[in-house]
């Protein structure tokens, strides 16, 4: 429990850090949100910064940022006009979350699942099989992936609708190319550790014993085996909840993840360094998590925390 | 056998109409238009929005003192009619009356006079207030240097009548107030929500549709204004959704699940054969600007040079979009077009130019970089001019391109010697295109000024006959595409959609603002359901206007 409230805490100066740096290479960069194609006359331009205090000086106006953060106010958006960050980001980030969590839930069953598969057949055909698909799942960009779903589902078969959001149907193809890659990253990683424990003395030793053929998988091979990818999962929860700008885009998904590219075209500081914390966030949260369960399932980890 | 075979058919109808009735869905009867927007509008305040997806949807909003007809004739929307005084300084437009807020509420010239002063206002920080600054005292009042609203020559004379006094007679006028800026909205409900007036909840307009829903990032949903004192239009759902990839738009349409699309160009010739395929002109025009405050470009021989040596037929084979290559800048399909002005291709011309400027063969000639916003179609004509070059003058020129808001912040700070850049009309008229590169403008990023032709736009702006302000036009484009050539028109662009056959009523215009109440359904008998066709039934779509 004290462990836990120490992590916290220390969440705390690497979030200033996240916010400062982020604030400083935005303002390094060229090109500010009011740039145009129809370059604003000088006397309107003066008028729009002047409403997002973007005519003070910089340490005014990262003093402004940090002040509104500690209120929990992450600022107006420069390109939604009239929109608040937290309400954009409160409007996403749902939508996101759920295609991320569907599509964890995904990788970690069938990840693990066939990577357990694979590594008992070692050699043989469905090993040959799993590695295959997996070589293709993790090496096959996204958005190719998600070309030759909408292809083959919605325009040849007609099962599935290409893109929007509305009822369950239009969530599997999104959650399929979002989970592809660490669907096939998890079986790889299980297969690789189940291989590796099955040889180990304790197993030997216990089959020895005369413990049950599926007791000594699931208690000692498996649990074992999923070590690696309960750590590897943190990382990727984090990223998969807060959304991907390739798969949002696509399938023209409501999400928050089209920000982490768009924003940043459009120069929209407020919505950028938003979903930045968030993600900075969610990081953070998730390898607590990680670490919390990884004590739970090792009890060395345990006593020494 | 036949009375048989009838009854069946009739048994079979009975049952279809049952069914039908039954899943409480209308077949084939919604009248209901989905499309695809590029994204989620930026904000629907009209005195705020500044482009075309915002206004796609104001436009059916709000209606304002003038509306576009298909060959973008300003004609009455709101206004029925109007005066035009004291030589063109002073315009008198009459509202027509009974019209209505969608709150019932009658539509007043005070609405108008609010917001265009609230446009005006520096506390509304509005970008496009500028497009007011032909009035009195407007741009005066922007700036802070005038602190009453009441100096502004916008006033309304009595619920009907609005009278605007010009700083100068100004020829466009009517066309400006087709405009979004220039919609009328409402103080109270302004006033009341604060920036949330624009939220379904809040927001009162005046034009055939009101806002229903709008799922942020998702799509908008508009219904039938109650209100509407204008035509009822056929449709009465428009739902927009917000489809950013222009591919994924293209694959709802083929699932049925949007009636217009604007197609990729990669996909233009897969359609282009298709009935449903719609191509038109849109007052978008390319250029490539030189810096004419640098060696080699502030020679004018090297810029006559340049635009010479460039084969404008094979652009639209490259870019695949019909588009029209151009020689002269202002657009087909504005007045004062002349595809007679201008730079024609012309290699030796070219050649013996460059030789006079002292770089025969292209000898001699320093390294120069051409500079361009990354996207596939500028590196396609980026390199297809450098080829160009290279063929007919034997000058290598270098290629950078660069993100969009950097691009623009180098254009504003330090022009490289060539660069890419395009202008779409915000109004039909020469003006806008035209004032482009006056010496006045804060978008030229060419350096180059002319006292003369400074002067020529500025007549024609004043002038109130039509031929006389071509001739003025025409006298400009001399000089700026043929004589001083700070730039090289390239081409106009075209818009290529595609539109389901039972909607009708699309017409399109070259600014490329499609109006939803004049679109209706009408089924033909090959896109009745099947079973429809088969047992011979009505169509339940049938449009009657």
């Known amino acids: 429990m004290k462990a836990i409230l120490v992590r916290l805490l220390l969440a705390i100066p690497v979030l200033w850090g996240v916010v400062t740096i982020t604030f400083l290479m935005l303002r390094v960069t060229p090109g500010g949100p009011f740039d145009r194609e129809k370059v604003l006359p000088p006397e309107i331009k003066r008028n729009v910064e002047a409403q997002y205090h973007l005519d003070k000086p910089l340490w005014a106006q990262y003093g402004l940022y940090v002040k509104g953060l500690l209120e929990g106010d992450l600022g107006p958006s420069y390109k939604y006009v009239g929109r608040d960050v937290s309400r954009i980001i409160a409007d996403t980030f749902p939508i996101s979350a759920t295609l991320g969590f569907l599509a964890f839930a995904f990788s970690l069953s069938v990840g693990i699942a066939t990577g357990i598969v694979s590594g008992l057949r070692a050699g ?58 660490p669907t096939a990253y998890i079986a790889r990683l299980t297969r690789a550790n189940v291989i590796d424990t099955a040889v180990k003395d304790y197993i030997r030793s216990a089959r020895a014993r005369g413990v049950a053929e599926w007791r000594v998988l699931l208690q000692y091979v498996i649990r074992n085996a999923v070590t690696p990818v309960v750590s590897y999962s943190g990382l990727v929860l984090a990223f998969l909840i807060t959304g991907s700008f390739i798969v949002e885009h696509i399938f023209a998904v409501p999400g928050m993840g089209r920000f982490f590219v768009t924003a940043v075209t459009n120069r929209d500081y407020p919505l950028i360094m938003g979903v930045t914390c968030v993600l900075a966030v969610v990081i953070i949260l998730g390898n607590l998590v990680v670490d919390i369960t990884l004590a739970l399932l090792d009890p060395r980890l345990r006593e020494r925390t | 056998m036949h009375g048989a075979r009838l009854r069946l058919r009739f048994a079979l109808c009975f049952g279809l109409v049952l069914l039908a009735a039954c899943s409480g869905r209308e077949p084939d009867t919604r009248r209901e238009v989905r499309l695809a927007l590029a994204g989620e509008p930026p904000t629907l305040d009209p005195g705020l929005a500044t482009d075309n997806v915002s206004h796609s949807v104001l436009i059916n909003l709000f209606e304002g003192l003038t509306e576009f007809d298909a060959d973008l004739r300003p004609i ?40 265009w002063k609230r446009l005006l206002d520096p506390i509304t920080a509005s970008e496009y207030a500028y497009f007011l600054f032909d009035v009195e005292n407007a741009a005066e009042y922007n700036r802070g240097e005038i602190k009453s609203p009441s100096a502004v020559g916008v006033r309304a004379l009595s619920d009907l009548d609005l009278e605007v006094r010009l700083v100068r007679p100004t020829a466009y006028f009517p066309s400006l107030t087709t405009f979004v800026v220039t919609f009328p909205v409402r103080r109270d409900v302004i ?67 949007l009636e217009m699309v604007k197609l990729p160009p990669e996909a233009i010739s897969a359609y282009r054969d298709s009935e449903e395929f719609v191509r038109y002109p849109f007052l978008r025009g390319t250029y490539y600007g030189f810096n004419v405050k640098k060696a080699p ?40 077009y002349n595809p007679g002005v201008g730079l024609a291709f012309d290699p030796a011309r070219a050649r013996a130019l460059l030789a006079a400027a002292g770089y025969p063969e292209g000898r001699g000639f320093p390294e120069v970089t051409a500079v361009f916003n990354t996207t596939p179609e500028n590196l396609l004509v980026a390199q297809y001019l450098q080829s160009q070059w290279k063929k007919n003058l034997g000058i290598e020129i270098g290629l950078d391109n660069m993100e969009w ?82 730039i090289i028109p390239l081409y106009t662009s075209t818009v290529n959609m595609l539109v389901k056959r039972y909607l009708r009523g699309f017409v399109p215009n070259a600014m490329d603002i499609r109006y939803m109440k004049g679109l209706y359904y009408r089924h033909t008998r090959a896109g009745l359901p099947p079973l429809f066709r088969w047992a011979g039934l009505p169509n339940p779509g049938e449009a009657v206007r």
């Not at chain 1, 007609?158 to 989970?179: D, E, N, Q, R, Y």
Request: glycine share 8%; with cysteine; charged share 20%.
């Open chain 2, 76 to 115: 009455p929307a709101a206004a029925e009619s109007w005066e035009v005084l004291d030589g063109g300084r002073v315009y008198l437009f009459h509202l027509k009356p009974g019209l209505r807020w969608s709150d019932g509420r009658p539509l007043s010239a005070v609405d108008f006079e609010y917001a």
């Open chain 2, 191 to 257: 006033e009341d929500h604060g920036k949330l007036w624009t939220e379904p909840e809040n927001m009162i307009t005046n034009g055939p549709y009101v806002l229903e829903t709008w799922d942020h990032e998702y799509r908008v949903v508009l219904g039938l204004n109650p209100n509407y004192a204008g035509r009822r239009p056929f449709v009465e759902r428009v739902t927009f959704y917000m489809v950013e990839v222009e591919a994924t738009a293209l694959s709802l349409y083929e699932t049925n699940d």
């Open chain 2, 405 to 486: 808001k950097f691009y623009l912040s180098r254009l504003s700070t330090d022009p490289p010697p060539i660069f890419r850049l395009g202008w779409g009309a915000d109004f039909p008229d020469p003006d806008n295109f035209m004032s482009l590169f006056a010496g006045w403008s804060g978008v030229n990023q060419t350096g180059w000024s002319n006292a003369g032709y400074d002067e020529i736009i500025r007549r024609a702006a004043q002038e109130t006959a039509t031929v006389t302000r071509i001739e003025l036009y025409d006298r400009a484009q001399r000089i700026l595409c043929e004589e001083e050539v700070p």
């Open chain 2, 297 to 336: 470009f502030n020679d004018v021989r090297v810029r006559r040079a340049f635009a010479l040596a460039i084969d404008k037929s094979k652009l639209p084979e490259i870019l695949q979009g019909g588009e029209l290559p151009a020689n002269s800048w202002v657009p087909k399909g504005m007045l004062a």
């Open chain 1, 124 to 181: 043989k055909w469905e090993d040959h099989l799993i590695s295959g698909l997996a070589s293709v799942g993790f090496s096959v960009p996204s958005f190719v992936l998600a070309a030759f779903l909408v292809y083959i589902l919605s325009h040849w078969l007609h099962l599935l609708p290409p893109a929007l959001i509305g009822s369950w149907k239009h969530f599997i193809m999104p959650t399929l190319v979002l989970a592809a890659g």
